[in-house]
């Protein structure tokens, strides 16, 4: 199985750049992954998709699958178990066995929630369970919301919210924010924002249809109290899907794969794009983008070649 270009992972990424290189007439193949379509096939609706208004994440993911092929791109519904970058072209072999070479790729495996693990949080997934402040604040308009973190990435998520909701509880583990991000000090002092501290969610209870309330867990004296809520928004990390190339791609302390001149790495030839390398905004449309902008530097590559 040889191809001009392979693609590692089927999301807004991965599907973009097949389409950029498909309709640039190169023999391209896209390996989807354990989890065809990304992590928009586990969303409700998206709404902020320029030219959709509403439209749900499995639907959309479908469509630009079907964009992708109908552009010439193959697509396998396997996992790329083993690479070897080492040398051209590089080779890549599948859970089924399958060898593939390809004189350039892309890799857009993506990241991965960190989740709590708690009882009831599968279950109201897309429920009133979410990672993307940015995603779905606007479904919380005048409502109560939990955010679970104190870093960064949980500041940057409660000061989003505070435009929405009535009111955002943040509920940290520790003793104290570990963010250092200057957007902290908007939100300690924005009155729709409190603080619950040395506490985690010990399990997210609903109605069957929607999040209604969560139990938290003082840490210290380990007593447990039951808080109302519509929305619990889980802010405590992600994990780059990047460890099938360590020792061969450069990563920062993160694992997140490191990219020069937009979206090359450490090795000529291969691209990253998606949420395998964008630690910062993590949106579909970034991602697409993001996805056309290494396909186009391997359409480059490839010609220089």
């Known amino acids: 199985m040889e191809y001009q270009l392979a693609v590692i992972g089927s999301g807004p990424a ?9 309709r640039a007439k190169l023999r391209t193949i896209v390996i989807e992954g354990p989890q065809p379509g990304g992590q928009l096939m586990t969303t409700t609706n998206v709404e902020n998709w320029p030219g959709n208004i509403s439209i749900p994440g ?22 790329v178990v083993s690479v070897d970058l080492s040398k051209r072209p590089f080779t890549l072999t599948t859970d089924s066995g399958k060898v593939i070479t390809a004189q350039a790729l892309i890799v857009g495996t993506g990241a991965k929630s960190k989740t709590l693990n708690c009882p009831g949080e599968s279950e109201y997934w897309a429920k009133g369970v979410s990672t993307c402040a940015t995603c779905d604040g606007p479904f919380f308009e005048g409502k109560d ?43 300690l002092v924005n009155p729709k924002a409190s603080f619950v501290y040395n506490t985690t969610v010990v399990e997210i209870k609903g109605d069957g249809n929607k999040v209604t309330e969560v ?14 809520t519509d929305g619990v928004f889980i802010a405590i ?8 190339f360590k020792g061969q791609l450069a990563m920062d302390n993160y694992g997140y794969l490191t990219v020069t001149n937009h979206t090359r790495t450490s090795v000529p030839g ?36």
């Open 14 to 22: 991965g599907l973009t750049a097949a389409v950029y290189a498909s």
């Open 145 to 187: 919301v939990v955010i679970v973190g104190g870093g960064n990435t949980a500041v940057t998520e409660a000061e989003h919210l505070t435009h929405f909701a009535k009111s955002v509880t943040v509920v940290h583990i520790l003793d104290q924010l570990t963010a250092n991000d200057p957007i902290k000090d908007k939100v």
């Open 215 to 228: 139990v938290l867990e003082n840490q210290k004296t380990k007593e447990r109290t039951v808080k109302a």
């Open 237 to 244: 990390g992600f994990n780059p899907n990047t460890s099938l």
């Open 270 to 305: 291969v691209f990253a794009a998606g949420d395998v390398s964008d630690y910062r905004y993590r949106q579909a449309i970034t991602s697409a983008g993001v996805g056309c902008m290494a396909s186009l530097d391997a359409q480059a590559f490839l010609a220089e070649k």
């Open 58 to 79: 499995p639907d959309l993911m479908i469509n630009m699958r079907s964009h992708a092929e109908a552009c010439g791109a193959e697509l396998l519904m396997e996992t």
